[in-house]
């Protein structure tokens, strides 16, 4: 079993949806979330990051973390066709590395 | 300012020939991280730098894999004797971690990769 899993896609939704996306993780000690969104042939661009659980903004994402549940979720308000791109979720254990454990990352395409 | 670069963009190999791989992290970034994204797949870290301290080497697949890092600066990253396997995209990203003490500096900024094919 993965540390983390993430459901692959793709998702398709419409241009002003509401997306959804999720990762669940088996290890407890992780503290440390992350959200980066990769467009193709490009590297991983970070989104948000969190250490608590509980609920971050920043403008149309929302990151939410549930520790009890081992699950962490990112919202996107008002999608756009640019958004369209692989999100990929992450988190560490806050040790000597911080090394990121990644999920496998949800393709999203927004149509226009 | 900069970000953090890589080279090659892409690199075609013979299967048995060794490749080495180039990172500039961002200027001032104490901390840096190889990572290897298989096709489809999510980042598999490989190795971490900081500062002077001993590498964290936990993620290396196999003794054909080794990196180095010049003080805080490049790093290069050396597959030896290549297989097929070993094509996917290999990410370097680098962080200000120990500079200021707060959460942020963990963030770990990633270069856009080189594109490995082994034929």
């Known amino acids: 079993q993965k540390e983390v899993e993430q459901d692959p896609g793709p998702l398709s939704v419409p241009e002003g949806a509401i997306v959804s996306l999720n990762c669940t993780y088996s290890n407890s000690a992780f503290q440390y979330f992350m959200w980066y969104r990769q467009y193709s042939r490009k590297g991983p661009e970070l989104l948000m990051y969190t250490y608590s659980s509980g609920n971050k903004e920043d403008g149309r994402f929302t990151a939410q973390v549930d520790k009890s549940s081992k699950y962490i979720s990112l919202f996107i308000r008002d999608s756009q066709p640019s958004d369209s791109a692989t999100y990929l979720c992450a988190m560490s254990v806050m040790d000597s590395s911080y090394k990121l454990i990644f999920g496998s990352g949800t393709r999203l395409l927004v149509r226009p | 300012g900069a970000g953090v670069s890589q080279s090659p963009s892409n690199k075609v190999t013979e299967k048995g020939k060794d490749v080495e791989l180039r990172c500039d992290p961002i200027s001032g970034h104490t901390a840096l991280y190889w990572y290897r994204q298989r096709l489809g797949q999510g980042l598999e870290f490989l190795i971490y730098?900081?500062?002077?301290?001993?590498?964290?080497k936990s993620g290396l697949p196999s003794d054909r894999f080794s990196a180095e890092r010049t003080g805080e600066s490049v790093s290069t990253l050396t597959i030896q004797r290549t297989q097929q396997e070993d094509s996917a995209v290999y990410l370097c990203?680098?962080?200000?971690?120990?500079?200021?003490?707060?959460?942020?500096?963990?963030?770990?900024?990633f270069g856009p990769g080189t594109r490995l094919l082994v034929l």
């Open positions: 990203a680098s962080s200000s971690r120990g500079l200021a003490g707060t959460h942020a500096e963990e963030t770990q900024y």
């Open positions: 730098f900081q500062g002077n301290s001993a590498p964290d």
